[in-house]
């Protein structure tokens, strides 16, 4: 037996047990009696612990030394697990434990600061985690840039500088078209009314399933955040449901059904590799968001979408798809990331890039955060933030350690706009599919180019093999351009 | 530190691990997609391998060997982490892992066989469990005999030997008891009519309440065939709907609820230790038939629930509370051990553990297993099995390599005939609170005495220090005479 053998053969159980604390945690935020949280992270303690023994295995190495990989796709299992390897060898033991701790009891504290609308009992926390995540991006950049080590790790190949180039490259197209989308006389009808929970999601079960998703190896059900969690055999995506705004239901489970349809489409072949998952968070990022914005957003699924809704809700106050479509695109302004728009999301993450990146760097402590932040949306958004809730509070992630991770998420965006420019190409009749509630021809299309790949292929490599073209910001901007120059009469 | 310490603490990983594993197969039998089977049993397989690596340490040997308990309870841990240890020091860890696979990939064809009545695919797979659970029972009987290895498992100290002696004293007066039963002219009217199934979910989630299960420790699902799954902070019971047939939801949930009260009753010291569980599956279903049978069935809980069914349903074919009693208890020929009454389940038991001991002995053939089943039934029943999902596939638990566990539940029937006798002289007035629907001081009487001592007690030493009496089959068999004598007039 070839040494890549045996370590296949380990790397499948891993998988396998990785698996199994992902699913713990997905029904830890939805079927979970409240009472049983102590025991829960018990459980998922224990299973840290035996994940990051096997991760740090000394044979993994021995087996690497030794494996002679047959295929192209061995070559790459055997790159990605070196490289897992080497991440977590480099991370002393005793600094995952203080990490997995302190981000643990961050998230509470988080939750409970930003509930109360006070910062001050969070900061020091913060402070806290940001200096273990510091050591820890020490320890793996191994005399490079800090920042570049903990982005690597959701956007493999990606690094802060050329990120920093992009945003600076889309910032002003972006801010022109928002300055012009809000200037404008013409402003979509808000959407208004009570709109009944079942309602909601039995018609978002029926969008769901319009974008292809595979209810024989998935389910949904509510959650305080939506997410998706799992793969292969088993992806389960969450949605949350707010009476006075059907479009956070069906447009955040467009969004999951994006995420998990990537997974469930990867080659089963790679399926307890590590090619059986999502490549990167940017990747990841694209296929939620081309699910949710250039078809769920566009006018000719828009159209379909609000004749069900009219139907579904006894009438809307909305009364004609054109006018529908527009109040779908809404651009106003706000504080929250996760309620942007697509012209002003980017600038939401454009901001939080450059804060992180102060953090990790030490240019800017923790204690004058909520300063840096107040300052910057004031400048990057022209309003003041009324309060911390909706302001530094507003995001979980830098409690629970992930620095680096929100550039992935404007990645997303421009790796949708570069695909969406060569689906339109591929199935130029897609709209008339979309305007019957049918996603089919675009699902197939992402799942034979982008999704059945999963880690075959790096992120950029993949793209561009997708789309027969460099990445580039271009066509995300026009189409931005072009979409809400057309709502607006720009 | 002790090395009693080190090895608590090593425990108590993997009673959290053993946690998570259960945590999966109930996520299996109940909200899993119908898609991700094989997944799942590759998950189960990994969590397997990991448990029996951990529960076949080497360090576990020395720690024991170093170790110097301090209490009674320290000294019972140290016993039962040794008895594990020997047990699985003797599975090979291919054999564990292959057994882990196949039942959890039976189990799905079990359940396909069952519901298109057909065996033939279902059979070749339960003879390779047969085949794998034989060499798992030699390898643990150590030359001893090959049944009783197995059944030591789920009931610590038994052997098959002195099971038939009991079923041998027990068969006479049951099937005495049961012929005049049914030979009698007064027979209670069955319930007809049609019941909701949410009707019938709410009222059993009243009923539920009113045996004390504690829903912030819990939840209640449906799924093929009822079961309760974990411990601690999180026991889970499942339940299913028959719109013709309530008692089949309403006494399957009591059942669950008195096993889940049980785990749930434990001594919270005790959580994550060998301590921390019900002792013996005996033991569990003497708490889930005390509960659903002695309390669930008895005249006082059936006058409550008479009047509960009656508003519900807005109104019975059955009128007053003492028929709906008859009813209740009604003795019928039926084919399906888990709809039998009383006076008749510990008859279906005898029988499969005939059966199994056949099988596992190797003097029945799984080829021939439903021709041997159908001729047995009938030679106990006097009725022909009508198919295959009334016969040889009504039951789960060969499939799942439960072979040794059947007879436990007719011990569990033992057990509840003593503990009941006691409790009954210990809360003489507690047909008072039952006829109010509050099984409160039978729950407390049992907790203070049953539950929460969890594995601190052997099977027998429990219910005989509870009962202030040595076990006997005995008070089961009077409350049964006296009981079904009444109602039948005999």
Redesign the interface.
């Known amino acids: 037996m070839n040494a890549f053998d045996d370590l296949l053969a380990f790397q499948?159980?891993t998988e396998?047990?990785s698996?199994?604390a992902e699913?713990?945690g997905w029904?830890q935020e939805t079927?979970?009696?409240?009472?049983?949280?102590?025991?829960?992270s018990?459980?998922m303690?224990?299973?840290e612990?035996?994940l990051h023994e096997r991760r740090t295995d000394p044979r993994i190495g021995e087996w690497l030394d030794a494996a002679s990989p047959r295929t192209e796709a061995e070559t790459r299992i055997a790159a990605l697990i070196q490289r897992d390897f080497t991440r977590a060898s480099r991370i002393p033991a005793r600094l995952a434990e203080e990490l997995a701790r302190q981000t643990s009891l961050a998230q509470g504290i988080w939750a409970e600061a930003r509930a109360a609308d006070a910062p001050e009992a969070y900061l020091p926390v913060l402070d806290q985690i940001l200096m273990l995540k510091r050591e820890e991006a020490a320890a793996l950049a191994d005399g490079g840039d800090l920042y570049d080590a903990l982005l690597d790790d959701y956007e493999p190949g990606m690094t802060g500088a050329r990120i920093a180039q992009l945003f600076d490259r889309m910032r002003p197209r972006l801010v022109a078209l928002r300055d012009a989308v809000l200037g404008t006389e013409r402003q979509p009808q808000p959407l208004s009314g009570h709109f009944p929970q079942e309602t909601q999601l039995r018609l978002t079960r029926t969008v769901a399933t319009a974008f292809g998703y595979?209810?024989?190896?998935?389910?949904m059900d509510i959650a305080v955040h939506p997410f998706s969690s799992g793969r292969?055999?088993?992806s389960?995506i969450t949605t949350r449901v707010v009476e006075t705004d059907p479009f956070n239901c069906l447009y955040s489970t467009i969004h999951e059904v994006g995420h998990s349809s990537y997974e469930l489409g990867i080659d089963p072949d790679y399926?307890?590799t590590p090619l059986g998952r999502g490549v990167s968070m940017g990747v990841h990022e694209s296929q939620s968001r081309i699910y949710e914005n250039q078809m769920g957003r566009g006018r000719a699924f828009a159209g379909w979408l609000f004749q069900r809704m009219s139907d579904a809700f006894d009438g809307l106050n909305i009364t004609d798809p054109d006018a529908f479509y527009a109040t779908v695109n809404r651009v106003t302004p706000g504080f929250i990331r996760t309620e942007a728009d697509e012209v002003q999301y980017n600038l939401h993450i454009m901001m939080r890039f450059d804060i992180e990146r102060d953090l990790i760097a030490g240019r800017l402590d923790v204690k004058d955060l909520p300063e840096a932040w107040n300052a910057r949306f004031h400048a990057d958004f022209g309003v003041a933030v009324d309060r911390p809730a909706n302001g530094v509070l507003q995001d979980v992630h830098w409690s629970v350690g992930l620095f680096g991770y929100f550039p992935t998420y404007a990645l997303g965006n421009v790796y949708a706009g570069c695909l969406d420019r060569a689906l339109r190409a591929a199935v130029p009749d897609l709209d008339a599919a979309l305007a019957r509630g049918d996603a089919g021809p675009a699902v197939e299309w992402l799942r034979e180019n982008v999704q059945r790949h999963g880690g075959l292929l790096a992120p950029t490599e993949l793209i561009e093999t997708a789309t027969r073209a460099p990445v580039s910001e271009a066509p995300l901007l026009n189409y931005l351009e072009h979409k809400f120059g057309s709502i607006y009469g720009l």
């Open positions: 499948r159980q396998a047990l698996s199994v699913r713990l029904d079927v979970m009696p409240r009472g049983a949280t102590e025991q829960r018990e459980e303690a224990a299973m612990a035996v595979d209810w024989s190896r998935g389910r292969w055999q088993d389960r399926a307890f």
